[in-house]
């Protein structure tokens, strides 16, 4: 018995412990604060740029044709190459005053779709109620531009009314980087008409709004 | 006619028989008379004092590059109404639609805290503890080991400035249970800066922040 009571003595002592301890108790844990940034989903393009070009008054129904094409300059760097074919009688690019073609070019940045998944690329414009084609050749007319981008080039006094076509040509899908990034061209055909007089000559532009829209899949 | 007799000459022999007589009479008396007790063998094992967080995440957030209409602030209530957190223009409550939150990483999660093994418990009266932080502001910076944005790098750019937290806690009185347990969690504010440039993009930690618990009711 008295084995037992002992143990009860040194029971008693740890409580007593216990009792002081509790005014006194404290307990820590560190933490940290996280949070990220990231870019926000979002696509630029430049214009698409035919150029200005010289043509001559004419008549007939033989047209000019005026296709864009990425190609490379002798320092490698890439640039747009305009290729005539069609009626190219007197046909010449005015380089000067901006007037060179550019083809349009899109960059895209913030998706969050895994690397390599395909964008798909669409296309709606107002000008001739086209909505959301997907990554096909676009076409429309060229009408006068009020507010061209050539400067000191007006809008012609007569436009071609639907004389005179524009198509553009983009893929269908483009690859999205492991940072969630993308770039893709935008090429284009102008078809010009056989028969041009004086007052046809200008600023045009495609008819309506053009957009563009990307969609990641997510 | 013969006789046969035996003569004891070994002493030890001769000895043998007494002994073996009152072993047998040890054994006998142990099967009559037994003697028990029972004993009780105590202990005492009580827990201790120890606290528990999780680290807080304000999620990861999709901002234009460029300068924006304002900064923006994300805010974490305290009422754990995060499920839509809306960012707001500056100080106001007006939304900010340029920034959302990425899907791609975890979510927004407040900083969970629990604290075990408290004795101050009284039955009958409302026991409540003390929590103290070491620091409940500052600036994030850099990191890669961002464990809620994993696969998300550093930026690589300077640092940016003015990218800070306000932290806001739920209570700083938490109830203490008569099972000796106290919770309550960390949520705060956010402040994005106006304006970001393509380096800024990545994850991004503020220093080690000590939470400490004190179980002392203290008024």
Known sequence: ?????????????????????????????????????????????????????????????????????????????????????????????????????????????????????????????????????????????????????????NAPEVDFGSGMRFGLGFPVTTPIDENGAGSFKIVGSLSIPGTIVRENCGAYKAEGVITLTVDDGI | MMKYSVTYKNSALAALVPVVLIMMSFSSKAAAETATDDVEVYAGLAPILALECTNVNFGAWRVPPGERANFTTISMPTNKSIDNITPTLGNTSTADNDVSLSTKYAAPSYGDCTATGSLAYRDGLVTFGTVTASVTSGSLIPTSNNPFAV?????????????????????????????????????????????????????????????????????
């Not at chain 1, 690019?93 to 007037?99: D, F, I, M, P």
């Open chain 1, 1 to 153: 018995m008295s084995f037992s009571k002992n143990l009860i003595v040194a029971t008693a002592l740890i409580f007593a412990c216990f009792v002081q301890n509790v005014a006194a108790d404290t307990a820590t844990d560190t933490v940290n604060v996280n949070a990220s940034l990231i870019p926000a989903f979002k696509l630029t393009c430049s214009n698409v740029h035919f150029g200005v070009w010289f043509l001559p008054v004419r008549s007939g129904s033989d047209k000019t044709f005026i296709d864009l094409r990425e190609g490379t300059s002798l320092q490698g760097q890439p640039i747009t190459i305009a290729d005539i074919s069609g009626n190219r009688r007197n046909v010449a690019l005015n380089t000067a005053a901006g007037g060179a073609p550019r083809y349009g070019s899109c960059v895209f940045a913030g998706s969050e779709a895994a690397a390599s998944t395909d964008m798909n690329i669409f296309i709606a414009t107002t000008g001739e109620g086209r909505t959301d084609i997907r990554g096909a050749l676009l076409a429309g007319k060229m009408v006068a531009a009020e507010d061209g981008e050539y400067v000191g080039l």
């Open chain 2, 151 to 219: 696969g998300l790098n550093a930026p690589t750019g300077s640092p940016l400035s003015n990218f800070t937290y306000v932290l806001e806690f739920a209570t700083l009185k938490p109830i203490i249970s008569s099972t000796g347990r106290a919770n309550f969690w960390i949520g705060g504010t956010l402040t994005i800066p106006q304006e970001l440039i393509s380096d800024n993009y990545g994850a991004y930690q503020s220093g080690s922040i000590t939470i400490t618990f004190d179980d002392a009711q203290v008024d």
